[in-house]
């Protein structure tokens, strides 16, 4: 199967911990990565490999795995983290990437 | 740092071919895939298509036979030609530069982008 399953939308009171899911079969396979995007801007790297963020990226934001389920975990959620969540992995074969659909994170 | 910067051709009519040109400033062109992602309006991330410095590329399948990605490496550029636009094709393009690591499993991620460039499909 090539494709990544998201919740269209998730919320998250201020300071608490969100969960936010990918599920498909690359997963696994391959670690999936993580991306954030906010209106009018170009997705950013937040999570890659098996935990690892990239230099600026604040150290609430962590990834898991298991089986064909990837996370993108927020502790202690803030107010700018609010913006859209992309999955990513290579499809099963390695030849293609996916995009999961997209998770809406509203900060309450 | 390594930027991405990308220009092209942003209205268009439909049957015209979309051509964007992403150049990569601040860092080898060698080691990497660069890869073209759009996003209709209101809606997802698609994945276009790939290329690496040797000129090995990938495409996604549902637009394989309109599209052709291209590398200069004498100038660091890449290119996307897409042909046969519709209104379904209007989103924003974005070019990115993707990485494989590995470990319990490989994985692959695309840490630097472009700022996207605005294409319309209208008569």
């Known amino acids: 199967s090539s494709e990544l399953t998201q919740d269209p939308a998730v919320s998250v009171a201020l300071g608490q911990t969100v969960r936010i899911t990918c599920q498909g079969d690359s997963l696994r396979s391959y670690y999936a990565s993580w991306y954030q995007q906010k209106p009018g801007q170009a997705p950013l790297l937040v999570i890659y490999?098996?935990?690892n963020r990239p230099s600026g990226i604040p150290d609430r934001f962590s990834g898991s795995s298991s089986g064909n389920t990837a996370s993108l975990t927020i502790t202690g959620a803030q107010a700018e983290d609010e913006a859209d969540y992309y999955c990513n992995s290579r499809d099963s074969s390695g030849n293609h990437l996916v995009f999961g659909g997209g998770t809406k994170l509203t900060v309450l | 740092q390594v930027q991405l910067q990308q220009w092209g051709a942003g209205l268009l009519k439909p049957s015209e071919t979309l051509s964007l040109t992403c150049a990569v400033y601040?860092?080898?062109?060698?080691?990497?895939?660069w890869s073209w992602i759009r996003q209709p309006p209101g809606k997802g991330l698609e994945w276009i298509g790939e290329i690496n410095h040797s000129g090995i590329t990938n495409y996604t399948p549902s637009l394989k036979s309109r599209v052709t990605i291209a590398v200069d490496t004498s100038k660091s550029q890449f290119s996307l030609k897409l042909s046969s636009v519709t209104a379904a094709d209007t989103a924003v393009y974005y070019c990115?530069?993707?990485?494989?690591?590995?470990?319990?499993?490989?994985?692959?991620?695309?840490?630097?982008w472009g700022k996207g460039t605005t294409v319309t499909v209208s008569s």
């Open positions: 601040g860092e080898s062109f060698s080691g990497y895939y």
């Open positions: 990115a530069r993707g990485r494989y690591g590995i470990a319990d499993y490989y994985y692959y991620y695309m840490d630097v």
């Open positions: 490999g098996k935990n």
